[in-house]
């Protein structure tokens, strides 16, 4: 099977624990365990969050002041820099020897005419008085929001609509190679509507929508987000809350979920679902083996045809 | 022909310049621009030097007191992917559009018995006060050194003996893939002599040095340095001074040249040479295209055999 995972931005650094390189690379050896025995016998691309790691960039650049704080497609890339290269390292600690593995930076196409950058929505970096905010939105051409009782700078976050980097991806899988791809939903990358000329653009992508995006692109035959939930629940917070085990675009639909953190998962499974008619899984991944074969999390699948219906 | 092209820290960032990101775009466009000619027709392999970008960095983190600094072997993995990033983008506007590019993240294995652990030499970020840098030095488990009146911390420089992703990087490039890799001499790893498992190493590894094997381990016809110094020179700064053009690694040996910045560029030519039998060459990259042709620069091929001489 080709099997893409997406490791979640909590999956790799959970809430509340230190942004430290230590810790981080702790949370990654743990998914390296868990990624090696799916990696046997199958072509596997493993992507991942970069929301506490951009973050920290962010707070560093702003507390030096002597340059200028790099644009945020370019801090970006420096995470698929630091994520990746964490993540093939341990992850050569628990794969066999001769099994090859690569990180490739990943360029995500974004369209300028895309109406999400009419309205940002994403809270990026520190949290200011809104003096301050005011202030540095004018100095820096941002947008800003009220997040709670301060400010902060909030940025579109387009779809993304094709991977640059699909086809060297796509041939290191057939040799056998273990690609880690697509962190962070990818660096944000546009044709400049006027010169046509590749730049980077300030926004974020979501990482399960790029994710998916990639799973379809390299025809995979699953594609699992990996968090630190167990499931997709109905109902969830009330009494009646009950994990969804095997389920469908059209039942999904139907049902009442709650919207928060598992809303782009569910939405990137049914898009990966619809689109190939092959199945999206998600679970946690310190039950990784469980949920890629089936047995636990939340499974996405084609509705069956129903008995005696024609085809 | 399959050829390495190493571009140099002063290449991408000159002397003097302000460390923007903008600044950095800049420089990397014209270097994307003399690139261009060469991938055509040619298998092309470009690597970096990160020395400006990972000091940014570390004064960066220094400045952000919330989170401790990252090691620097994941800072080098972070300027993997910021300057990966900007060299793929801009190759995207000038490559044909159908030629594939991709950023490899390298890690370069050094030995932990290399004599260079019991002597650090390389500087790496702040200058402090004495009494400052001696604090730090303890808290932090660095080596310190005299750097004029302040103070830095130095690390080891040992050698590069091996390329982790090295089959990868043959791949795309018998695939047509102009990759970039091997950043910054490559993210410093080691087997720890204890466990057994990779780890990173608070080393930085000479980029000429790491390049020359790449260009070996690849098997490249040609390991061109590209800098901002036009050619080596004998007798340099003396009157006698003269630009060398054609030359081999004994008659190198007979030479008076500077040590300054030169030095290992000198002698990753003449172990590229010496253990390939083929061509290195040293020269600006404003001058790629006559570089490559053999026109321009300092050529080193192995020395001729003399007419008559029994072989």
Redesign the interface.
């Given at each position: 099977m080709r099997i893409v995972v997406a490791l979640g931005g909590n999956a790799l650094l959970e809430r509340g624990q230190?942004?430290?390189?230590e810790q981080q690379r702790t949370n990654i050896r743990t998914a390296a365990t868990q990624l090696a025995p799916v990696a046997e016998g199958n072509e596997l691309v493993v992507s991942h969050g970069n929301g506490p790691q951009v973050g920290?960039?962010a707070?560093?650049?702003?507390?030096?002041?002597?340059?200028?704080a790099?644009?945020l497609?370019?801090l970006g890339?420096?995470?698929?820099?630091?994520i990746?290269?964490?993540i093939?390292?341990?992850l050569?600690?628990v794969l066999p020897a001769e099994r090859?593995?690569?990180?490739?930076?990943t360029?995500v196409e974004v369209d300028p005419a895309d109406p999400a950058f009419q309205n940002p929505t994403k809270f990026i970096g520190p949290v200011y008085e809104r003096e301050v905010a005011e202030r540095l939105a004018a100095e820096n051409g941002w947008a800003i929001k009220a997040d709670g009782a301060k400010w902060r700078r909030v940025v579109p976050s387009p779809r993304p609509q094709r991977i640059?980097?699909i086809?060297?991806i796509r041939?290191?899988l057939e040799?056998g190679?273990v690609v880690v791809c697509t962190g962070g939903g990818g660096?944000p990358?546009m044709f400049h509507p006027g010169t046509r000329?590749?730049?980077?653009a300030e926004v974020v992508i979501d990482k399960d929508l790029a994710s998916a995006l990639l799973a379809e692109e390299l025809g995979a035959d699953l594609f699992v987000m990996a968090t630190d939930v167990d499931a997709v629940y109905r109902d969830w917070g009330t009494p009646t809350q009950q994990a969804i085990g095997r389920t469908s675009p059209d039942e999904l639909a139907t049902m009442s979920l709650a919207a928060g953190s598992m809303g782009p998962k569910v939405q990137a499974a049914v898009e990966f679902v619809n689109r190939t008619g092959r199945a999206a899984a998600i679970g946690t991944l310190a039950q990784l083996g469980g949920v890629v074969a089936g047995e636990l999390g939340t499974r996405v699948e084609p509705a069956a045809v129903p008995a005696g219906a024609s085809r």
């Open positions: 230190p942004m430290t390189a920290l960039l707070l560093q650049a702003a507390a030096y002041e002597e340059v200028k790099y644009p497609d370019v890339a420096q995470t698929e820099g630091m990746g290269y964490m093939e390292q341990e050569g600690n090859p593995f690569a990180s490739i930076l360029m640059f980097e086809r060297p041939w290191l040799h190679c660096i990358t000329r590749l730049i980077g």
